[in-house]
């Protein structure tokens, strides 16, 4: 009987031996997914810190010019920055080299498994789960009072725009985009992403029931008039053209809507085909004020020029010139 | 019936009869003459002073809300479709509906405790008919208010209409359970105060116009089509905080109190235990908690410091009474409505009965329109187009002479490269202060995740992921994402935990079954037999298998049965000889008889040789006796396996013995064994 002494080489060989053919062994099996090969809570919490959550804001967006007071910022996620991200975390668990070796064996299909994760972070009520590859993240981060004053916007993403100016489509629908997180930062600063590169956003004030209102312009400071769209009284529908009416006010008293006057102005508008006198349904119809809808992106028009949306101080040429000076 | 998702607009639901006392009269004429008279007696009733809890559908905005609600009519939906129309303020139209939803704001006017309903109208204004309640609320405003915010009787039809849902929806019909309800709207935007950049609170109350239609403004007012946003209507507050101040002020308060005795001294009845604080607090010289007719000196004495109102009132408040929480809402709601009108203007005012009201704030200044379209839109890393052309500010401060306001302080663009980098400063772990270049997450460009035709790769540390930029300086962009991440990793316990959970599961497994399989590369074990379950009893097996193989490895060398016998050094030459010359007879002459006669034979005719007499006395030989008997006794003792003493020891034995003793006696035939046991059995018996 010969004995045998597990020496360090013997453990050397075996390090490398399990490295080499390490097999991804499933330890849990989600619901949606099958078989993981990390556990659930350590894979849920990447997937979140993926869409960049708990992340110092001035890591997202690093000097206060570049998002200023009323403005929305369109961008896309840079996914190796997101994997230095989860590479970070990561790093946490690993002690010795042997760890680091094993985990490289494992990242490719630990990345993949954090890629279909993120689409689980955000699960809408009644929304089916989408499944597949990782794509582009885009998304943008706004600004603006908006946000504070009317807390529960909705936000919605769309490849194409063929739905109509008034339709919501599921998520599940393969013209919307997944909303992959949707939070304010603060209360009037709002991030959202999105499961792709859209055509076309909606941004919708949140809806409260029926409403009765006007459009507000300020034309000159604090010098305000407002006006409504036309609708026609005999098909309840804006008239098409979107033509608008003034609405009158008391001379003196701020806000105070002269309805008597207004309704004279309704009523002799022959969009509307009102007749000879006014009532207070008529009225109503014309005052119903519904949930404001901005759309940003028009794909019928051609791409604006870059130089409009995006404007560095140091242009890709100079970058370049200076560069090559230093390279020669 | 509408579809869901559809409603339908009416402009009135008048009802046939106004509420009131009827008498109906009837007669019948038959043929035996006429019957007696009928007269029956009808009474329709309808709300008056107080709307009933169930009326109120929705409001909008919502109650105690705050919001940017400067583009937005607020509107109230009554259950009852004809409730608007069910009194009639105006006898020659009955489309002309009796409530109106007039919004004050903030020192617009005066929001009463509850009074007599007979208090609730301006004086001189008697309202007939039967009430529903014994005491109401009431608004009071001066004239300056009604002209200006009230609506204009030509309004009133315009503001209130009928719609019609269907039942089922719920969003629509808000429980309503015919589908029908009344809408009221009120006449005015709320405004955000742009003089002060300031939120205002505004109260929603729907209001009883019953004999005082003609108190509204005349309908040919002048109008505009452009208002003025920072104007204000009427504030009664900055006259409120001189009211215990200024005598002549204050002399005129107490005149006109002193005037409407009868109220104070009603009031005063209001002031009971039931009142919370925030009603208790209010300087209102109608809530002033005296019962002596000197109001003024109890406005006076309400403290600055009473009327601030917190949060933490009201909940400890409703904490402490939950039933009464609804009346603390209401109270709280009316707090800045409760400076005393009558007191501090010097026009007339008006009191309407309030049948509902709320209040809500207007925190913010333009629509979600407006805002929206005013957003400067861009990729992220875009700066401001122009810092002059920046966004306009919430309201514009008030003029102080023609100075411009101060610019900004200016502070050099950030770098900005169109591959989406910013240049920071950085201090390097050398201490020196650099510049290096960063992009975060979030991109103007779309950016490769990976190296084409490369698999993905592992960073073990940030300095992996550090990269020299030809212009010398550092791009951190990567490096400070991973040590964010191990940051925001390290800082949540149980992901530390997890991760370590998950490195020992996953790879220290694999480890180990790799170093038991080099191991035991040499060592081939027979494949287990079945029902062994698991290692320890394999193991126990295959030992005791093994050792039963080859003990004498395993355990150790086995002792011999028997051991060899010492030899006799004393024993020399032919044993017959020793034999005999022991005995003492010759062994030669039994040899040669042994021939002849046999041995047996040849023994017998030996003589056997004696000692002779004397060489024992009679004490030598008794001693031997003893001597003999005692070793006989030991010997015994010894093959008994026991010893002599003690006699507990002894005792089980002998009852071992005695049983079967007892019956086989008769059968056996006692031996000489037999009685040297009973010997030293009783003698073991003797100490």
């Known amino acids: 009987m010969s004995t045998k002494t597990i020496s360090a080489n013997v453990m050397m060989q075996s390090v490398q031996r399990a490295t080499a053919t390490l097999q991804a062994v499933p330890v849990e099996t989600d619901p949606n997914l099958g078989p993981r090969i990390i556990t659930t809570d350590v894979r849920q919490w990447m997937a979140r810190l993926r869409l960049l959550e708990t992340v110092p804001f001035a890591y997202l967006v690093p000097d206060a010019l570049l998002l200023p007071t009323e403005s929305i910022r369109f961008f896309y996620i840079d996914r190796a920055w997101t994997d230095a991200l989860v590479q970070g975390a990561l790093s946490v668990g690993t002690v010795s080299s042997a760890d680091r070796a094993q985990l490289e064996q494992l990242y490719p299909q630990l990345r993949d498994e954090l890629d279909e994760e993120e689409r689980l972070v955000r699960q809408p009520l009644l929304e089916a789960v989408q499944q597949g590859p990782a794509g582009p993240i885009t998304g943008f981060v706004m600004r603006s009072r908006a946000i504070s004053g009317w807390p529960g916007v909705h936000v919605r993403a769309y490849k194409s725009d063929s739905a109509a100016d008034n339709a919501v489509l599921p998520e599940s629908d393969p013209n919307r985009l997944k909303l992959l997180r949707l939070e304010r930062l603060a209360p009037a600063v709002l991030l959202a992403l999105f499961d792709g590169v859209p055509a076309v956003v909606h941004v919708e004030e949140p809806r409260q029931g029926i409403q009765f209102g006007v459009r507000l312009t300020e034309s000159t400071p604090n010098n305000f008039s407002a006006s409504v769209f036309a609708r026609d009284r005999n098909t309840s529908t804006d008239v098409p053209g979107f033509p608008t009416m003034p609405v009158s006010f008391r001379a003196g008293a701020p806000g105070v809507i002269d309805f008597r006057r207004t309704a004279e102005t309704f009523r002799t508008t022959p969009s509307t085909n009102m007749g000879p006198t006014m009532e207070s349904a008529e009225y109503a119809l014309q005052m119903l004020r519904f949930p404001y809808r901005q759309v940003f992106g028009d794909p019928n028009a051609a791409p604006p020029p870059m130089n409009t949306v995006f404007r560095p101080t140091i242009s890709m040429a100079v970058l370049k010139a200076d560069m090559s000076a230093v390279l020669r | 019936?509408?579809?869901?998702?559809?409603?339908?607009?009416?402009?009135?639901?008048?009802?046939?009869?106004?509420?009131?006392?009827?008498?109906?009269?009837?007669?019948?004429?038959?043929?035996?003459?006429?019957?007696?008279?009928?007269?029956?007696?009808?009474?329709?009733?309808?709300?008056?002073?107080?709307?009933?809890?169930?009326?109120?559908?929705?409001?909008?905005?919502?109650?105690?809300?705050?919001?940017?609600?400067?583009?937005?009519?607020?509107?109230?939906?009554?259950?009852?479709?004809?409730?608007?129309?069910?009194?009639?303020?105006?006898?020659?139209?009955?489309?002309?509906?009796?409530?109106?939803?007039?919004?004050?704001?903030?020192?617009?006017?005066?929001?009463?405790?509850?009074?007599?309903?007979?208090?609730?109208?301006?004086?001189?204004?008697?309202?007939?008919?039967?009430?529903?309640?014994?005491?109401?609320?009431?608004?009071?405003?001066?004239?300056?208010?009604?002209?200006k915010v009230f609506p204009t009787k030509a309004d009133l039809a315009l503001l209130a209409h009928v719609r019609e849902v269907d039942i089922d929806d719920t969003e629509l019909a808000m429980g309503d359970d015919d589908g029908f309800m009344a809408v009221i709207m009120a006449n005015r935007l709320p405004q955000f105060d742009r003089a002060n950049c300031a939120p205002v609170r505004y109260l929603a109350c729907l209001i009883n116009l019953e004999g005082q239609l003609d108190v509204l403004p005349p309908p040919s007012q002048p109008f505009t089509s452009v208002f003025q946003g920072n104007l204000i209507v009427q504030d009664l507050r900055a006259s409120q905080v001189t009211f215990g101040q200024q005598a002549d002020?204050?002399?005129?308060?107490?005149?006109?109190?002193?005037?409407?005795?009868?109220?104070?001294?009603?009031?005063?009845?209001?002031?009971?235990?039931?009142?919370?604080?925030?009603?208790?607090?209010?300087?209102?010289?109608?809530?002033?908690?005296?019962?002596?007719?000197?109001?003024?000196?109890?406005?006076?004495?309400?403290?600055?410091?009473?009327?601030?109102?917190?949060?933490?009132?009201?909940?400890?408040?409703?904490?402490?009474?939950?039933?009464?929480?609804?009346?603390?809402?209401?109270?709280?709601?009316?707090?800045?409505?409760?400076?005393?009108?009558?007191?501090?203007?010097?026009?007339?005012?008006?009191?309407?009965?309030?049948?509902?009201?709320?209040?809500?704030?207007?925190?913010?200044?333009?629509?979600?329109?407006?805002?929206?379209?005013?957003?400067?839109?861009?990729?992220?890393?875009?700066?401001?187009?122009?810092?002059?052309?920046?966004?306009?500010?919430?309201?514009?401060?008030?003029?102080?002479?023609?100075?411009?306001?101060?610019?900004?302080?200016?502070?050099?663009?950030?770098?900005?490269?169109?591959?989406?980098?910013?240049?920071?400063?950085?201090?390097?772990?050398?201490?020196?202060?650099?510049?290096?270049?960063?992009?975060?997450?979030?991109?103007?460009?779309?950016?490769?995740?990976?190296?084409?035709?490369?698999?993905?790769?592992?960073?073990?540390?940030?300095?992996?992921?550090?990269?020299?930029?030809?212009?010398?300086?550092?791009?951190?962009?990567?490096?400070?994402?991973?040590?964010?991440?191990?940051?925001?990793?390290?800082?949540?316990?149980?992901?530390?935990?997890?991760?370590?959970?998950?490195?020992?599961?996953?790879?220290?497994?694999?480890?180990?079954?790799?170093?038991?399989?080099?191991?035991?590369?040499?060592?081939?074990?027979?494949?287990?037999?079945?029902?062994?379950?698991?290692?320890?009893?394999?193991?126990?097996?295959?030992?005791?298998?093994?050792?039963?193989?080859?003990?004498?490895?395993?355990l150790a060398s086995s002792r011999p049965l028997a051991d060899a016998g010492r030899p006799l050094k004393y024993v020399t030459g032919d044993l017959d000889e020793v034999i005999a010359m022991g005995f003492g007879f010759d062994a030669a002459v039994v040899r040669k008889r042994a021939d002849t006669v046999g041995v047996l034979a040849a023994l017998g005719e030996q003589a056997v040789p004696l000692a002779k007499g004397g060489g024992f006395d009679k004490a030598a030989q008794t001693s031997l006796k003893a001597t003999l008997n005692d070793t006989v006794a030991t010997i015994t003792a010894d093959t008994l396996k026991t010893t002599p003493r003690p006699v507990s020891i002894a005792a089980p034995i002998r009852g071992r013995r005695a049983a079967p003793k007892a019956g086989k006696d008769d059968t056996i035939e006692r031996d000489a064994l037999d009685d040297l046991l009973d010997a030293r059995t009783t003698r073991t018996e003797r100490p």
């Not at chain 2, 409530?99 to 309202?127: D, K, M, R, W, Y």
């Not at chain 2, 037999?529 to 490895?553: F, N, Y």
């Open chain 2, 1 to 147: 019936m509408p579809t869901l998702g559809h409603f339908v607009l009416h402009s009135s639901a008048v009802p046939p009869l106004t509420a009131g006392d009827y008498v109906l009269e009837g007669d019948q004429q038959v043929a035996g003459g006429a019957t007696a008279p009928y007269e029956g007696h009808l009474r329709i009733t309808s709300p008056r002073y107080r709307l009933p809890a169930d009326q109120l559908l929705s409001t909008f905005p919502p109650a105690n809300s705050e919001g940017a609600f400067e583009a937005k009519l607020p509107q109230v939906v009554l259950r009852r479709r004809t409730l608007p129309w069910e009194r009639a303020v105006d006898p020659f139209d009955r489309g002309v509906p009796w409530l109106a939803l007039v919004l004050i704001a903030e020192g617009e006017g005066q929001l009463s405790a509850e009074v007599p309903v007979a208090q609730c109208v301006t004086p001189g204004v008697v309202l007939t008919g039967g009430n529903d309640v014994a005491t109401g609320v009431y608004l009071g405003v001066s004239q300056t208010v009604v002209d």
């Open chain 2, 249 to 554: 002020i204050q002399a005129m308060g107490t005149g006109l109190v002193q005037a409407n005795a009868p109220l104070v001294t009603q009031v005063t009845r209001r002031t009971d235990a039931r009142t919370a604080a925030p009603v208790a607090a209010a300087p209102s010289a109608l809530t002033a908690p005296t019962q002596s007719a000197r109001p003024a000196s109890g406005a006076s004495s309400a403290k600055a410091s009473q009327w601030t109102y917190t949060a933490q009132q009201v909940e400890s408040a409703v904490a402490a009474a939950p039933t009464d929480a609804a009346r603390v809402a209401r109270d709280v709601m009316s707090r800045d409505w409760r400076v005393g009108i009558d007191f501090a203007v010097l026009e007339k005012t008006f009191r309407f009965p309030v049948l509902a009201y709320w209040s809500f704030a207007c925190t913010g200044a333009g629509s979600f329109e407006t805002l929206l379209q005013g957003l400067d839109v861009g990729l992220l890393g875009t700066l401001p187009a122009d810092p002059a052309a920046a966004a306009r500010p919430e309201c514009q401060p008030v003029n102080a002479g023609s100075a411009p306001p101060p610019p900004p302080p200016s502070r050099p663009d950030p770098e900005g490269t169109e591959t989406g980098h910013i240049g920071l400063d950085y201090l390097s772990r050398r201490g020196e202060s650099l510049r290096a270049w960063y992009r975060g997450p979030c991109t103007p460009q779309p950016i490769e995740r990976d190296e084409p035709g490369t698999t993905p790769t592992l960073a073990h540390t940030s300095d992996q992921l550090r990269r020299v930029v030809p212009d010398g300086r550092e791009d951190l962009s990567l490096a400070s994402a991973f040590e964010i991440g191990r940051l925001l990793a390290l800082s949540q316990p149980s992901i530390v935990s997890g991760l370590m959970r998950w490195r020992q599961e996953a790879f220290g497994a694999a480890r180990a079954a790799e170093l038991a399989a080099l191991a035991l590369k040499d060592v081939t074990t027979a494949p287990p037999a079945a029902g062994i379950a698991d290692l320890g009893h394999l193991l126990g097996r295959e030992l005791v298998l093994k050792a039963a193989a080859d003990p004498t490895r395993v």
